[in-house]
């Protein structure tokens, strides 16, 4: 797996404030990859950051049980069902992560030219 891409991925989980989540296919789109790489990356080597704070697009985490005493500690707000959280008010702003992490990785950026 391309060293970079880790890099990127891990540090674009860190930058998601606590209390807020983001989806797979936001850091995708954010750190230039697919979901699914997303993905890898964070069951692979994605302990030591924020994992719980990126979910599915239904708010959904594919590791619940382990998520959610993380989201109850930082007031992330669950789903009346309990099975994931309310997107509507957990949403992280994307716009601010964006700006955030052109900054966190502009040190990968200057060593890629």
């Keep these: 797996m391309d060293g970079v891409l880790v890099e990127r991925v891990l540090r674009a989980v860190e930058l998601v404030p606590p209390g ?3 989806t797979y296919g936001d850091l995708a789109e954010l750190v230039g990859c697919g979901p ?3 993905g890898t990356i964070l069951r692979d080597v994605g302990d030591a950051v924020p994992w719980w704070r990126v979910v599915n697009a239904s708010g959904d985490s594919p590791v619940m049980d382990a998520a959610r005493p993380h989201w109850r500690a930082e007031g992330i707000t669950p789903k009346p069902s309990g099975r ?3 997107m509507s008010v957990s949403r992280a702003d994307l716009a601010a992560l964006a700006q955030a992490y052109a900054a ?3 040190d990968l950026d200057a060593g890629a030219t």
């Design 104 to 106: 966190a990785v502009s």
């Design 20 to 22: 807020r989540v983001v």
């Design 36 to 38: 699914r790489q997303v």
């Design 84 to 86: 994931g959280c309310r």
